[in-house]
């Protein structure tokens, strides 16, 4: 019981909502739109996901405690279960292995039941996912890991949810002939899925920045260039309440110009809980306290997203 304890805290089990949710937006936007529901595809690439999430929050405390050269704090001592004594990384390995495996097997039977489309979206995603922890210069170490995480967290994985539920080639189609390879998209249908997206990039990327904004002193010590070590805490924060506001900036732009349902501006009832901790994290960055405020700010607009795109659906379906 605590090695199974000792492995989902390993993954970070708590956290897989961050992935869960862009996959289930993008899908109830597809159903709105395309009026159906693949059942198959949703569970493949709910598997798949779930097993490569998992597998990269591993792969990030393995590494962590692997690189770590200040081996105190929270981060390291209490955070990381490997570095913490709970886990013995020998019994690690072969547990983020078979995830591994089993998110490639699942994302491969995806494949299968859709296109070629599909499989360069899920391959890019893969390797951003196992980047993100492994090799010489991992991407969580760098300034970048905002950016990558917010994009393929909260756009790549809405993007491929919503394509796998569409009618073949309503939202693009790629062809191969020799020497060339081409990819047709139409843009209006492509619209939805890129505003649905925004505040899930956003939010997500907040996520992120503000878990690096807590741990800034432990990566210095351990030479994690991330963006709050690059830029300065003040930069930081300020970057942290302008990318708030703009993922409910885009809710009212998206609703007004008819791009999404009305339904989805059920989101914007989250603006004032939103706001007030996004301040209540600036005024006071720190992992045991105020680190959680950002990951309810995304928890609480993507809830939303998900009741006013259901509600949507459900009109639809009735109508």
């Known amino acids: 019981m605590r090695t199974i ?3 989902l805290k390993l993954v ?3 956290t897989k909502v961050a992935s ?3 996959l289930i937006i993008g899908t109830l936007l597809a159903v709105y739109i395309a009026g159906r529901f693949e059942i198959a595809n949703f569970m493949l690439m709910f598997i798949s996901l779930l097993c490569i999430d998992m597998a990269t929050t591993g792969l990030n405390h393995y590494f962590d405690y ?5 081996k105190t704090g929270y981060h390291y001592e209490k955070h990381n279960p490997i570095a913490a004594g709970e886990l013995p990384p020998q019994k690690a390995w072969p547990f983020l292995l078979g995830l591994v495996i089993v998110g490639a097997i699942t994302g491969v039977g995806l494949v299968m039941r859709t296109d070629w489309i599909v499989f360069f979206l899920g391959a890019m995603a893969f390797a951003v996912g196992l980047g993100y922890s492994v090799g010489p210069l991992p991407i969580s170490r760098t300034m970048l890991g905002e ?9 790549l994985i809405p993007l491929i949810a919503y394509y796998i539920q569409l009618p073949p080639q309503m939202l693009g189609k790629i062809s191969l002939s020799v020497g060339t390879l081409m990819l047709e998209l139409d843009m209006i249908k492509l619209l939805p899925i890129v505003f649905v997206s925004l505040p899930l990039v956003m939010l997500i990327a907040n996520i992120m920045l503000a878990n690096n904004i807590c741990d800034r002193e432990e990566d210095l010590v351990n030479k994690r260039y991330t963006l709050p070590v690059t830029i300065g805490i003040s930069h930081s924060l300020k970057l942290y309440k302008m990318l708030t506001i703009a993922a409910l900036g885009s809710v009212m732009i998206s ?9 989805y501006a ?4 989250a603006l004032p809980k939103m706001i007030r901790q996004m301040n209540r994290f600036t005024s006071r960055p720190t992992k045991a306290e105020t680190f959680i405020f950002a990951v309810q700010n995304f ?3 993507s809830s939303l997203s998900v009741v006013g795109l259901t509600f949507a659906v459900l009109l639809n379906t009735l109508g």
């Open 5 to 7: 304890k000792s492995f």
């Open 12 to 14: 970070e089990i708590q």
């Open 20 to 22: 869960l949710f862009p």
């Open 66 to 70: 692997k690189r770590a050269i200040l």
């Open 147 to 155: 950016l990558f995480s917010g994009l393929f967290m909260g756009g």
């Open 255 to 263: 609703v007004l110009l008819s791009i999404l349902p009305w339904h």
């Open 266 to 269: 059920l989101t914007l009832v």
């Open 299 to 301: 928890i609480v607009f």
